[in-house]
């Protein structure tokens, strides 16, 4: 999906949970990571959030946001990798207060993942996750999205099983259901981006209000 269309997707979704909650999610994303290069992904060994790392990375720089640029956290790296690819665990046992480590599962994570989600969390650092609902990893997480509960009727996306039931392949899953899944995270490097997510929260209602009674805000 490319920018323009995942712009007026999220333009189409104004007013829905999805819409909402994915807007929330990324600006939670600028608020709480408070240091420099501050923001890692992370997932699965065989599902690193590749596709994720890159759009957030594409719309912070188109945003000029340089201080928050995403790193990848590889389980294992090859040694000839780029710098930008080459980084591994090490990553994970550094971080701290002040960063942010964003979780992506499509299906149920497995324990190696969950017990390093749970190292990194108690030396500080904020954990985000977007998955499909196991509890484990949204006791983890101290913000979560799901978005197959948020899928608005009429899209022609549909759900399946969540929470702790065995889960299909991502390759056997229906099509509309991966593009859901896919849809929400073009959704939240969108919010990330925003002007209004590095403002103060009394400051995005102020702007807000004066957009609802058709003003302009300064």
Known sequence: MDLTRASLLREMLTGTELGSRTTQFGYALRRFTTRRSGLMLFGPVDEEPWHLTAHLDDELHRAGIEDMRPSLVRWTPPPDAPPHLAIGLDRLRDAGRGESLLVVAE??????????????????????SIGN????????????????LLIPEGFGWTSRELYDEPQAAVTEVEPQTAEGFETAQ???????????????GWRRRLRNAIERLGGEPT
Do not use: C, N, Y
């Open 107 to 128: 299906d149920s994570p497995g324990e190696t993942l969950l017990e390093r989600i749970s190292d990194v969390r108690r030396r500080g650092t904020t954990i985000f």
């Open 133 to 148: 609902g196991h509890s484990e990893l949204t006791s983890l997480s101290h913000e979560t999205l799901v978005p197959e």
């Open 186 to 200: 073009h959704l939240v490097s969108l919010a990330a981006a925003d002007v209004e997510a590095g403002q103060p």
